[in-house]
């Protein structure tokens, strides 16, 4: 049931903004972009979530294609404890959020 | 900041053993879910809760579990009958909103079961 499609993993130098892909080709009108993250021994983490305009919070971006076919999660200046798994959510009208493997971002000091 | 809380943060039992995990969701959140995350695993889902009711449930809830919200601010999960295929993380969340005014759910810190 997997709807989104991410890299496996990536890596950043800290303090360097980082882009965080994900296509979603089969999206319907109704399906919300949601982002999560799992910090390690963490449970997972709200980031941000868009429908079509591009979204700003004090955590992050989220920038959506004109199509909705593929979204860029942004950190403006990542930071050692942004390393995580990031996982790219699509949500319809029904309640449940599920989860894929995610990207494994990776910060280098 | 408002945040969901779970209890306890790590619990062992025995096979065959019931076992209940709470949690404390965002006061005024309606929505209500139960994860569960296997060592190195993805994140699954296992139930949603809205209403007084379930609203959806995976194949992995089957009748061994149940949800309960027995006082307006506790959220319950419970395994009857206790399998070492239980052991996992199990994440409690709560969302405040649906449909056209759908926000993030908040997730707690999670309990570790340990089924021996």
């Known amino acids: 049931d997997a709807k989104t499609t991410q890299p496996n993993s990536m890596e950043s130098n800290e303090e360097e903004p980082v882009h965080l892909p994900c296509n979603h080709s089969t999206i319907s009108g109704t399906d919300y972009i949601h982002w999560y993250r799992q910090l390690p021994s963490q449970g997972p983490e709200y980031v941000i979530h868009g429908l079509t305009s591009n979204v700003n919070n004090r955590m992050a971006s989220l920038a959506i294609a004109e199509d909705r076919k593929s979204s860029t999660l942004i950190l403006h200046r990542a930071t050692l404890r942004d390393a995580a798994v990031y996982y790219c959510i699509l949500r319809d009208l029904d309640d449940k959020i599920i989860f894929g493997k995610g990207t494994r971002l990776h910060i280098l000091p | 900041e408002p945040e969901v809380t779970q209890t306890p943060s790590h619990q062992v039992t025995q096979m065959g053993q019931e076992v209940i995990l709470r949690c404390v969701p965002i006061?005024?959140?309606?929505?209500f879910y139960w994860y569960r995350q296997i060592l190195g695993q993805k994140v699954e889902f296992l139930v949603s809760f809205y209403n007084n009711e379930i609203s959806e449930k995976s194949e992995i809830f089957d009748d061994q579990f149940s949800v309960e919200r027995p006082d307006g601010s506790n959220f319950t999960l419970k395994i009857r009958s206790t399998k070492l295929e239980d052991s996992a993380m199990y994440f409690c969340?709560?969302?405040?909103?649906?449909?056209?005014?759908?926000?993030?759910?908040?997730f707690g810190q999670g309990t570790r079961l340990t089924v021996v």
């Open positions: 969340a709560s969302s405040e909103g649906e449909g056209p005014f759908r926000v993030g759910a908040f």
């Open positions: 006061s005024n959140h309606l929505y």
